[in-house]
């Protein structure tokens, strides 16, 4: 049972667009959650993460907006750059001691010049 | 001065051999783990340890047995390797436990001839 669904799988967006990505979840126990950045044979790492305590986050290019009465949460990618080019992860997961993370299926991003 | 160490990064082995996977975190961090990572890059947790004690055990085969010597070591061993093992095996390190930003290591390729 896959408690948070990702989309797209891939996304094509030309140098300087939005990228859009977007996860929906259904355990409401869940109180964090994170985007993951991987580049090709590297490890995840941390992107921006929201508690949903709060709509909105945003670090430089990177925006989280949670909606947590629909359960959804999406990452916003403002002027993409070529850099950008990875793949994502959202994630999330309760806050108690044996809470784990849980990780969507990952999008492609490529951005093209 | 790498956060999160794996060893190897690679590992090619026969079926029904038996391997080990090193992990080291510098960050002072006192909970660690492992994820596998699949094929179509779904990533899922294994285990997690704090302060050496074990909290997460996942529904893993009791093929993998994971050993944390210090709270800066967690090691992960898999006897009688099988094809389904071939993966990507991540190890993360964070600060407590539960909604906390985790930090992953470049991962360990396994390859099962």
């Known amino acids: 049972q896959q408690q948070v669904k990702q989309s797209p799988q891939s996304l094509i967006v030309q140098k300087g667009g939005i990228s859009i990505i977007n996860c929906a979840y259904e355990n409401t126990a869940f109180d964090y959650f994170p985007w993951y950045q991987q580049f090709p044979g590297k490890g995840p790492a941390l992107l921006i993460a929201i508690r949903p305590d709060v709509s909105e986050k945003k670090e430089g290019r990177f925006t989280i907006s949670f909606n947590k009465s629909a359960k959804q949460f999406s990452l916003h990618i403002m002027d993409s750059q070529p850099g950008d080019s990875a793949t994502y992860f959202c994630?999330?997961?309760?806050?108690?001691?044996?809470?784990?993370?849980?990780f969507g299926t990952g999008t492609r991003l490529q951005v093209t010049l | 001065d790498t956060a999160v160490s794996q060893t190897p990064k690679y590992l090619v082995t026969q079926m029904g051999n038996d391997k080990s996977i090193k992990c080291e975190q510098n960050l002072g961090h006192d909970t660690m783990y492992w994820y596998k990572q699949d094929s179509k890059k779904f990533l899922k947790i294994m285990f997690s340890?704090?302060?050496?004690?074990?909290?997460i055990n996942e529904t893993v085969p009791n093929r993998f047995s994971p050993k944390s010597p210090d709270k800066a070591h967690l090691n992960l061993h898999i006897n009688s390797l099988e094809l389904g093992d071939s993966a990507v095996y991540f190890c993360a390190s964070s600060t407590g436990t539960g909604g906390q930003p985790q930090h992953f290591g470049d991962g360990t390729r396994l390859s099962i001839l």
């Open positions: 994630a999330a997961s309760g806050s108690g001691t044996a809470s784990k993370l849980t």
């Open positions: 340890y704090n302060n050496k004690e074990l909290i």
